[in-house]
């Protein structure tokens, strides 16, 4: 599905929003589904389909695990985990107009998930591992609620893994970088507009990895991994400097930009100059950006403020 005027992309964005999937295909609307693995961003990649800026496309992810965790009795020991074999994405895609030097603009539209999720604990892997073990959960997914063990809860689902192609090595889905990738941040979710830059022709987009839960990070290693269709619209901005992924949310009457960033560890001394160079340059792409979209009065806060300012948290070594 194309949408060609900008006031056309408002009115159904604000019908997405209110209806979702399903009632588009209800009312007969054809969109191209995206079912096509690959496990890691790479430049090398044949694109699977070719989508005009403007288009709707629904990608079809598995789970983190590729399905492979059955049931309860089968862990992450028994399939050998690996991130060369985890984290399938969807794609890629290749956007047709997308040169290196633009910025790839994905607005999520809506993500379905399956009626049965995972969670998968072993004894090295997130911030919890010493005190766990293999173990598998399956949690029931019913009316956009979760069950564990009789307690129910809403679900929120959101994508881990996604960005466009580096134009250097490959990248595994279970890595980060400035491409994105494994971001695994709950924000990205139903009604988020994601900007990536544009390292190769095409972009590359590819997605997957969906939680249909997770907190602020993964403490045992896993959210609510879980199947789903991903429905994205995709556009592009023309010649417009981007180095890091950047994420919008909106709000009822605002919206509001957060850069998303990797951390580098480094020796403690080195730490404040770093927190703020990144301060610095986060605050400079996201302005860039929003005056770019034609927000005013962005901005205009003293940059030798900015210049000053360090960050009240450190997490260069995280």
């Known amino acids: 599905m194309l949408l060609k005027a ?8 604000q019908f997405f929003m209110r209806e ?9 609307v054809a969109m191209q589904i995206i079912e096509d693995k690959v496990y890691a961003f790479s430049k090398d990649n044949p694109p699977c389909y070719t989508a005009r800026p403007g288009e709707v496309m629904v990608f079809k992810s598995l789970d983190c695990f590729s399905g492979r965790l059955t049931d309860e009795t089968v862990t992450m020991r028994d399939m050998d985990f690996s ?6 994405a969807a794609g890629p895609v290749y956007v047709e107009g997308a040169e290196v030097g633009d910025v790839l603009v994905v607005d999520i539209y809506d993500i379905q998930v399956a009626d049965e999720g995972t969670i998968a604990t072993d004894d090295h892997c997130g911030p919890l591992f010493e005190g766990t073990e293999y173990r598998t959960k399956k949690i029931k997914i019913e009316d956009g609620m979760a069950d564990f063990n009789g307690v129910r809860f809403p679900i929120n689902p959101m994508i881990g893994v996604i960005g466009t192609a580096p134009t250097g090595d490959d990248v595994i889905d279970g890595y980060v970088g400035t491409h994105g990738g494994n971001m695994d941040n709950h924000l990205i979710t139903k009604g988020t507009r994601l900007y990536f830059p544009v390292r190769v022709p095409g972009a590359l987009l590819q997605m997957g990895d969906v939680h249909a839960a997770m907190g602020d990070g993964e403490l045992c290693g896993t959210g609510i991994e879980i199947a789903a269709e991903i429905t994205v619209r995709v556009s592009v901005l023309k010649n417009f400097e981007l180095h890091w992924p950047v994420l919008e949310t909106f709000g009822p009457d605002t919206a509001r930009f957060s850069l998303m960033s990797q951390y580098t560890p480094c020796r403690p001394m080195e730490r404040k100059a770093l927190n703020r160079r990144l301060s610095t340059f986060e605050y400079n792409w996201v302005r860039d950006i929003a005056q770019g979209l034609g927000f005013s009065g962005f901005g205009q806060e003293r940059s030798s403020a900015r210049e000053e300012y360090t960050p009240p948290f450190d997490l260069t070594g995280v």
């Open 6 to 13: 900008e006031s056309e992309y408002h009115d159904f964005h």
């Open 20 to 28: 979702g999937t399903f009632a588009l295909y209800l009312k007969g």
């Open 83 to 88: 991130y060369n074999i985890t984290n399938p």
